[in-house]
Every structure is written in structure tokens, then in C-alpha cells.
């Protein structure tokens, strides 16, 4: 067979005796990155969009998020009746107090067309305009990074890809392992070099020294997918039952309030049960009025009043209820998770029904939530953004550094799929760990079934063109 070149390493007679796992892992790096690498380029470009979202939305809206300062603000019920005479045929699903006193109030409002983010002077009502809450630039984004747009089919590739990513990441690492080579050039990139060796060398360094931050990306990441995630979440996030004894519950969960371009629950809430309104507790409460949006007795104002006497941080929503069980949900997910709030309202009587926060959580929601914030950049403000910026563009180098490696390998006219050395003894702790990333990331399993026939097949054509031509 020859020398083969992997990694700038050659495998020779000389060590090809030495129990080796060193192909194989190269052949499945290859694999790993034919099918995660442009998923991750799509995943750092959209995710430095979502990441710098305050910074953008302040310059591409500011207009509609900033008022001038007044002496007093008309209520959230007086507000919503302005949207609803502007919008009389449509329905209204949300409201978002202003955060601070410059910030602007704001309505979810769906009509007939498309659903609208309805901005509001808190001060005089006036309607500063409308945002098309899922075709903006973060709604798009968001959607990219989640499910490719194409819903359902979409999350389910992205966690494929996340899956794949973590292969991707410790085969690289298996390759990167000092093997007798210069060790400054393990850990810098030897810049005099040009060609191949100066893409190798590029490639390895960042994927090095990336890979920890990137297997933190991946891991955070996957806690929002929708098949994995939600039986993470599941098993995982548990709360008292006696939290829910005098709670009439829903068959319905928390995180259905969550859309793919809107978070308004947090994680660790996801899988909590939605209470019920009695509607016969209307007698029990406090005086109430009407609500012009529903059957309900509670005003919107006095949910928002009993959500800031309850302490709610700024920056909460308050989703309305739907139909004659529905309640109202005050949520907020915090930048930091520790002023999480999830508080459910009974729209009849006022009661809190359930109010869960981080006191509320286990150690497993508290890990994640936090990094989740530090995965989005929220948690330790501009220097976690630019923390999150330098992995997303490690990631970017990384990745068109491998496609540029693979192209400049690549023997003309074919796919360069990386030789299959039968005299190597297979390691079986590598096997062992590629096992249980099958079994604790079923769909990465599932492919793994498909692609290795498929790589054996492959194998066997190879061998016999070889054969022919020898």
C-alpha cells in the first residue's frame, strides 16, 4: 500500500505492527466532517447574529424599542384596547412591559397574514410600528440555527449534525495526540509553511485548542433539540408534587408557549404541567373589570402589578390566557437564570397557581440554564459576547481550513475518502467510546448503522478496483 500521509504523520511498515487506531479514526473524522461541517458554518454564522442581538436590534430598530420619557404611563389594558382598535380583527397572544423607562411596550398580535410585534409608547399609547415576528433578520436567524427553517425535519439534522460534531471532535483529538512530531507545532501554527502544511497546521492548532469550547457548544446546544433534548429534559427536570396538589393541571406543558423563533419559557420550565382558571372562582378575588381580550375578571395591568410585587425581574412577558381554563403565564429568561420566573395566574380570581424559579430547580436544570446563558452570550454581558464571537470564528477557520485540507488531498477525480489499512488492530477503547456516543445520542447511533455498511461496501469496491488495476 505504501506510505500513507494522515495528518502530516506518516504511517509506514515500520509502525503499522503497533496497535493503532489511527486510520479508522481519520477515516471517521473525514465522515464526521463531510456531514458536520457545514452545518457548523451555518450554525456560527447565524449563532454570531442571535449573539449580538441587543446590539443589532438596537441599531436596525431603534426607533420602535426607544420613547421619549414622560411623567406617567397609561395602563396595560389602556394600551392593549389602542392595539386592539388598530388591529380590531386580530387576536392578541402577549405583552412585553417596557424594561426600563426609555424602553417600549410591546404586543404579539396575530392577524390574518402573519404575526406582528406591535410596539407601543407606554406613555400616550401611540403606535410606533410593527416588526413581522417570524421574517426579521434574529427571527430567521433563530430559525436557521434550530431547525434549518423546515420545522420538525430541520431539528432533527441539526441534532444529527450536533451528534456528529461530538465524533468530530474526539476522532480530532485522537489525531492531534503528539506522535513523535515537533511539539511547538501542536499548540502554533507553523506560519512559514505554505500549501497543504500550512492548512494543516491551521486546522489542528484551532481545532485544539477550540475543541473543549466547541464540545461545550455542541453539548449546551443539544439540550434544545427537540428529540434528544426533550428526553434530557424529562429525565432530568423534576419538581416537587406537591407543588401541584391544589393546582387543577392542563394536559398541556410549558414549553408549548416556546416557538422556534421565540423563547418565552425557560428550559428548566419546559416540562412543567399548565394550570387551569376555575371559572368559578370569579367570585374570590380581587374587584375586577372586564378584560377586552378574553372572558377574563383579572386586568392586564394587575397581572403586571402582581408580577413586580412578586419581585419578577424586568424584561418579563405576560401571555394572555386562551379560553375559559387558560391562564395567564408570566415568564422571564433571565441573561442570568437565577432571576428565572415561570408564574401561572388563575384569570379569574388573581390566585398564583404555580411560581417556579432557580429555587425551584435541581442541580442538573441550574448547569444547563447557565449554559445555555453562556452558550448565548447573556451571562457576563459584551465579554461573554466576545467570548462566544472568538469560538464561533475558530469554529468558521476550523471548518474552511478542514475543506480546504480535503481538497488539496484529494486525488484527482475522486472523493478522497481516507484508505482502510487492514493491518492496523482495532483499539478497542475507541470502539468502546464510539459505542456509547451511539447510545447516549440515539440518532447519532441510528446513522452509525447506516453509514458503516454503507463504509464497508464502499470498502470492498475500493479493494477490488485496486486489485484490477494492480
Known amino acids: ?36 461541517i457545514p452545518f457548523l458554518i451555518m450554525l456560527s454564522v447565524t449563532g454570531i447574529i442571535y449573539l ?44 412585553l412591559p417596557p424594561v426600563d423607562k426609555q424602553g417600549s411596550a410591546q404586543f404579539v398580535v396575530a392577524t390574518a397574514d402573519a404575526t406582528l410585534n406591535v410596539f407601543v409608547n407606554p406613555y400616550n399609547g401611540e403606535i410606533l410600528g410593527t416588526q413581522d415576528a417570524e421574517d426579521n433578520l434574529q427571527a430567521i436567524a433563530r430559525k436557521l440555527h434550530g431547525e434549518l427553517m423546515i420545522g420538525t425535519v430541520g431539528d432533527r439534522l441539526v441534532e444529527l449534525a450536533a451528534g456528529w460534531g461530538i465524533v468530530l471532535v474526539l476522532s480530532g483529538l ?73 393546582v387543577p393541571q392542563s394536559d398541556k406543558l410549558a414549553g408549548s408557549l416556546n416557538t422556534s423563533t421565540s423563547q418565552t419559557v425557560p428550559w428548566a420550565a ?55 381554563l387558560g391562564v395567564y403565564t408570566v415568564a422571564v429568561f433571565a441573561d442570568d437564570p437565577r432571576n428565572d420566573a415561570t408564574m401561572h395566574i388563575d ?18 436544570a441550574r448547569t444547563v440554564e447557565t449554559g445555555v446563558m453562556l452558550h448565548e452570550g447573556k451571562m457576563f454581558g459584551l465579554a461573554n459576547q466576545l ?6 470564528l475558530m ?23 481516507p484508505p482502510l489499512r487492514h493491518d492496523l488492530p482495532v483499539w478497542r477503547g475507541a470502539v468502546v467510546i464510539m459505542l456509547l456516543v451511539g447510545c447516549l445520542f440515539p440518532l447519532v447511533g441510528a446513522s452509525l448503522l447506516l453509514v458503516a455498511p454503507l463504509d464497508w461496501l464502499l470498502t470492498r469496491r475500493q479493494g477490488r478496483a485496486q486489485l484490477q488495476t494492480s
Not at 80 to 93: C, D, E, F, G, T
Request: proline share 5%.
Open 347 to 364: 384569570q379569574y380570581s388573581g390566585k398564583v397557581l404555580a411560581d417556579i424559579g432557580w429555587k425551584d430547580y435541581g442541580l442538573v
Open 395 to 417: 469554529i468558521l477557520l476550523s471548518s474552511v481550513s478542514g475543506l480546504v485540507l480535503w481538497w488539496k488531498r484529494r486525488p484527482q477525480g475522486r472523493f478522497g475518502v
Open 52 to 95: 449580538f442581538k441587543p446590539q443589532l436590534d438596537s441599531l436596525m430598530y431603534g426607533d420602535l424599542l426607544q420613547v421619549p420619557v414622560a411623567e406617567q404611563r397609561i395602563s396595560a389594558d389602556q394600551q392593549m384596547a389602542l392595539v386592539k382598535q388598530a388591529y380590531p380583527q386580530a387576536s392578541i397572544s402577549q405583552y
Open 1 to 36: 500500500m505504501g506510505d500513507i500521509s494522515i495528518s502530516g504523520q506518516p504511517v509506514t511498515a515500520a509502525n503499522s505492527a503497533k496497535p493503532s487506531f489511527y486510520n479508522l479514526a481519520w477515516r471517521w473524522h473525514f465522515y464526521a466532517g463531510l456531514l458536520v
Open 387 to 392: 467570548l462566544m464571537l472568538l469560538v464561533c
Open 174 to 246: 485522537y489525531l492531534w495526540w503528539p506522535r513523535g512530531t515537533s511539539k511547538t507545532a501542536l499548540f502554533w501554527p507553523r506560519l512559514a509553511n505554505r500549501g497543504r502544511l500550512f492548512w494543516r497546521d491551521i486546522h489542528s492548532v484551532v481545532g485544539f485548542w477550540g475543541s473543549l469550547l466547541l464540545l461545550f457548544m455542541l453539548l449546551t446546544g443539544m439540550t434544545w433539540t427537540g428529540f434528544w433534548g426533550d428526553k434530557f429534559a424529562g429525565a432530568w427536570n423534576h419538581f416537587p408534587a406537591a407543588m401541584w396538589n391544589d
Open 270 to 324: 419546559e416540562v412543567t404541567p399548565m394550570p387551569e382558571s376555575d371559572p368559578h372562582a370569579a367570585h374570590k378575588g380581587m374587584a375586577h373589570m372586564q378584560s377586552s381580550e378574553s372572558s377574563a375578571l383579572v386586568t392586564l395591568q394587575q397581572v403586571v402589578d402582581s408580577a413586580q410585587g412578586r419581585g419578577v425581574n424586568p424584561g418579563f412577558s405576560v401571555t394572555l390566557p386562551k379560553g375559559e
